[in-house]
């Protein structure tokens, strides 16, 4: 295999296929000629998924009848959960939880541990997305429990293991804690995270928000013994309106307030629900599927799944590291003179595809300007947004530029960007 740390390409040829597959690769709605590097924030559209959404949209038939159109819609759903399992890492265990946003499965799945969990205190870390972060503040201030922080990493831009094993002792009732920082891209070791909290206390009961990672790599919620786990997939090329989370058996059977009597406990399900988000979850499934054939000979769907986004992640790895680099030519973030990469280190495999960058001379929010004026999407996360400002004060920031390309972006995106990156930067130091 080619150097892991500097990923591996998709071949051209499958990289334009993939472009192909999403809208608005080149310009926006308007016609507007952009480059989105946004994608954190809300990811591009895979064409498939919006189309099957409004196909299976336009039945007016409900799903808990009889006929045969209802059936129909049954085995779409039926499909559909599937595939969720597949994305969560998960097998038939445990329980789909379904809302309009992953906040909201956040706060459900917090909530329905914290009242039903003893314990006298709660271990969460200063990364967390404000969901996640205020869901356990919450349970912590109305259950009369400690709130603990841990404090991020500051070289990494994560949260190190022993650092979050530190904070729980027996009488932790959960720990929450973010798969991948939405700020950094830095990922977490998950799998040392879960073994060292465990070490402390075996039956602990651990949350985990994998929102922004879902996107960029597998979860495997299931082997590493995770709790509660949430997505989006409006962040993952799919549609809005429908975010979902999974929880353990053991979570399933604590009682929680919105269970409907007569329903068995691993259903979380309550009123009518949506076929055509199944069917558009499905489809964002196939595709993956569908770049997983393109580098293992399997057709079970579970490998083609895993390979494809084993492969969405080395190409990726390889943009970020371009992106970072550049070329003698062609200058990348760290070589750019007016620009800091905060964050930054050199161990590429345990980063997603986010950077923060800083331009000398710009605030933040006119930097995001400028570069849209130079057609390019980014986004700012600032101090003094609620949304950001725990998270980049950890950081001992002010804020910084947020850079988050996806898969389906190539090196001549990449190279666009720094050239415009480039610009910015000298006219910003020449005011």
């Given at each position: 295999m080619e150097n892991y740390n500097q990923g591996?390409?998709?071949?051209?040829?499958?990289?334009?296929?993939?472009?192909?597959?999403?809208?608005?690769?080149?310009?926006?709605?308007?016609?507007?000629?952009?480059?989105?590097?946004?994608?954190?924030?809300?990811?591009?559209?895979?064409?498939?998924?919006?189309?099957?959404?409004?196909?299976?949209?336009?039945?007016?038939?409900?799903?808990?009848?009889?006929?045969?159109?209802?059936?129909?819609?049954?085995?779409?759903?039926?499909?559909?959960?599937?595939?969720?399992?597949?994305?969560?890492?998960?097998?038939?265990?445990?329980?789909?939880?379904?809302?309009?946003?992953?906040?909201?499965?956040?706060?459900?799945?917090?909530?329905?541990?914290?009242?039903?969990?003893?314990?006298?205190?709660?271990?969460?870390?200063?990364?967390?997305?404000?969901?996640?972060?205020?869901?356990?503040?919450?349970?912590?201030?109305?259950?009369?429990?400690?709130?603990?922080?841990?404090?991020?990493?500051?070289?990494?831009?994560?949260?190190?293991?022993?650092?979050?094993?530190?904070?729980?002792?027996?009488?932790?009732?959960?720990?929450?804690?973010?798969?991948?920082?939405?700020?950094?891209?830095?990922?977490?070791?998950?799998?040392?995270?879960?073994?060292?909290?465990?070490?402390?206390?075996?039956?602990?009961?651990?949350?985990?928000?994998?929102?922004?990672?879902?996107?960029?790599?597998?979860?495997?919620?299931?082997?590493?013994?995770?709790?509660?786990?949430?997505?989006?997939?409006?962040?993952?090329?799919?549609?809005?309106?429908?975010?979902?989370?999974w929880v353990s058996d053991r979570v399933s059977e604590l009682d929680r307030f919105q269970r409907i009597i007569f329903k068995p406990n691993n259903d979380w399900s309550m009123g009518s629900t949506c076929p055509a988000q199944y069917g558009s979850v499905t489809e964002l499934v196939n595709y993956v599927a569908w770049l997983g054939s393109h580098f293992t000979e399997s057709k079970d769907r579970t490998d083609l799944f895993r390979a494809g986004m084993e492969n969405i992640k080395l190409h990726e790895r390889a943009l970020l590291h371009h992106i970072l680099e550049g070329t003698a030519e062609i200058p990348g973030l760290r070589h750019i003179d007016g620009i800091t990469v905060h964050l930054d280190y050199k161990d590429l495999t345990t980063r997603d595809l986010i950077l923060a960058i800083e331009i000398e001379g710009l605030e933040f929010k006119e930097a995001v300007k400028e570069f849209e004026k130079n057609g390019v999407i980014v986004f700012e996360r600032v101090a003094t947004s609620y949304f950001s400002k725990r998270v980049v004060e950890a950081f001992h920031l002010k804020g910084a530029v947020r850079v988050s390309p996806l898969h389906c972006h190539n090196i001549s995106d990449v190279d666009a960007f720094l050239k415009i990156a480039t610009k910015v930067a000298a006219e910003a130091k020449n005011k």
């Open positions: 591996k390409l998709f071949p051209e040829t499958l990289s334009a296929e993939i472009r192909d597959k999403f809208y608005y690769m080149d310009e926006d709605y308007t016609g507007y000629k952009r480059i989105f590097f946004e994608n954190a924030g809300g990811s591009l559209r895979l064409k498939k998924c919006l189309e099957r959404y409004a196909e299976i949209e336009a039945i007016g038939d409900c799903p808990s009848r009889i006929h045969q159109v209802s059936m129909n819609l049954k085995e779409i759903m039926a499909q559909g959960q599937q595939d969720l399992r597949r994305i969560f890492g998960v097998s038939d265990k445990g329980s789909l939880v379904t809302c309009f946003t992953a906040s909201q499965v956040m706060f459900e799945m917090t909530r329905a541990i914290a009242e039903s969990v003893p314990g006298t205190n709660i271990v969460t870390t200063q990364l967390e997305h404000p969901s996640a972060f205020d869901s356990a503040s919450q349970a912590a201030r109305k259950l009369g429990k400690e709130l603990r922080v841990v404090e991020p990493n500051q070289e990494t831009g994560a949260a190190d293991a022993d650092a979050i094993a530190a904070l729980i002792d027996e009488n932790t009732s959960f720990l929450s804690v973010i798969y991948a920082s939405n700020i950094s891209g830095s990922i977490l070791d998950m799998k040392e995270v879960v073994a060292k909290a465990r070490a402390k206390k075996p039956d602990l009961f651990i949350i985990c928000d994998a929102v922004q990672h879902a996107p960029h790599g597998l979860i495997n919620a299931e082997e590493l013994g995770l709790d509660a786990v949430n997505f989006a997939p409006y962040k993952f090329f799919g549609t809005r309106g429908f975010s979902v989370g």
